[in-house]
C-alpha cells in the first residue's frame, strides 16, 4: 500500500484539498448570500471570491451562477438586479445595477465583460444619471465586452462580441460587434 501511495502525483495530493475547500467556500458564500436575500432560489451557485452589494436588493432564480472574482455593485441602495434562471457570470464580470438591471432566463455573460447602467456624464464629481438596462433572454456577452449606460435594451437571442463596446440598443437576435459596436447580423 505505501509503495501505491508514493506512485501518486504529489500535485495531486496537493491540489486536491484546495478544490475541496473551494467547494465548501462556495457553498458558504451561496448560503450567507440566501440569508441576505430571501427572495432568491436555493439552486444557485455564487464563487466564495465574488463581491456582491447589497444582496437583498437582488433576486436570483434556479440555476443562476456568480463565477470567481465577479463584482457585482450599486450606486444606489434602492437599485434593484433580477437574473433570470440558469443566468451565468462567468469569471471577472463587473456588474454594476445601480440603474435597475434585468437579465433574462439563459443570459451567458463572459469573462471580464462589463455592463454599467449609470454614469456621471462629463464631470465624474457630479450626481450619477442611472438608466435602466434590460438584458433579454438568450443573449451572449462576449469576453471583454461592455456595455455601456444609455443602452437600456439587449434583444433577445442577441449576441454582442468579444471586446465590443455597445453603445445603442441592439435588436433581438442581432449580432453586434466592434469598438463602437455595429449590427452584422439581425434575424427577424
Request: hydrophobic residues 45%.
Amino acid at each position: 500500500m505505501l509503495r501505491a501511495m508514493s506512485s501518486l502525483p504529489w500535485v495531486m495530493l496537493i491540489r486536491m484539498p484546495r478544490a475541496v475547500w473551494r467547494g465548501v467556500l462556495d457553498r458558504i458564500a451561496t448560503e450567507l448570500f440566501l440569508m441576505a436575500s430571501p427572495g432568491s432560489s436555493r439552486d444557485i451557485s455564487i464563487s466564495y471570491s465574488a463581491q456582491i452589494m447589497y444582496p437583498a436588493r437582488i433576486r436570483l432564480e434556479a440555476g443562476c451562477r456568480i463565477g470567481p472574482r465577479c463584482v457585482v455593485v450599486s450606486e444606489r441602495k434602492d437599485a434593484s438586479l433580477v437574473m433570470g434562471p440558469n443566468v451565468n457570470l462567468v469569471s471577472d464580470v463587473h456588474l454594476d445595477f445601480s440603474g435597475d438591471v434585468s437579465l433574462g432566463p439563459d443570459a451567458f455573460i463572459s469573462e471580464g465583460a462589463i455592463v454599467y447602467s449609470h454614469d456621471h456624464g462629463r464631470d465624474p464629481r457630479s450626481f450619477p444619471r442611472f438608466t435602466p438596462l434590460s438584458i433579454d433572454a438568450g443573449v451572449w456577452v462576449g469576453a471583454r465586452a461592455i456595455i455601456l449606460p444609455g443602452v437600456g435594451l439587449v434583444g433577445r437571442g442577441a449576441t454582442v462580441g468579444a471586446g465590443s463596446v455597445v453603445t445603442k440598443p441592439c435588436p433581438d437576435g442581432a449580432v453586434v460587434v466592434g469598438a463602437s459596436s455595429r449590427t452584422i447580423i439581425r434575424e427577424s
